[in-house]
């Protein structure tokens, strides 16, 4: 118990060392998973639709906070500089945003359905099987995330 208290005490000042390090230059961290202050964010079963050069495609996910506080999804982009933009669906209409927050215990998934995630325009062919590494900025820390590219199952 002693030695799991110790651990704590040192995990939270490297990451408030980290916090103040990170404020100055934000390293993006390669990850499906992510921890800091406010919990736990998961971004699960990515996947992103063939498309052609100049095109807009759609980026499939579920986005889990298992946190105590609401993050916002700030920005989704490639290197390439192809950024991502969310719809809302609601009865006959939508709504469309560049950014998304998730509250507390709360998930949502990006399937065509009520939320869309769309990823363009596409600076280059996007082939199945290719993997493209992927941004998510929530808040202020940004998270690498390799998706998959290939066609979600229809149903």
Do not use: C
Request: hydrophobic share 40%; glycine share 8%.
């Amino acid at each position: 118990q002693h030695g799991a208290s110790n651990r704590t005490a040192w995990l939270r000042s490297v990451w408030l060392s980290a916090a103040l390090l990170g404020s100055m230059v934000i390293e993006p961290v390669k990850a499906d998973r992510i921890s800091d202050e406010t919990g736990d964010i998961a971004i699960i079963d990515a996947a992103v639709d063939p498309a052609k050069r100049g095109a807009y495609t759609n980026l499939h996910l579920r986005i889990e906070n298992s946190g105590p506080k609401t993050v916002t999804l700030k920005s989704v982009e490639t290197k390439l500089g192809e950024r991502g933009s969310f719809d809302v669906h609601a009865g006959r209409g939508s709504i469309h945003s560049d950014s998304f927050s998730l509250g507390s215990g709360e998930q949502v998934s990006f399937d065509d359905a009520r939320f869309r995630l769309t990823l363009g325009p596409l600076k280059r062919d996007l082939n199945e099987g290719d993997v493209v590494e992927i941004t998510f900025t929530f808040d202020s820390f940004p998270m690498i995330v390799p998706v998959p590219v290939h066609r979600a199952p229809t149903e």
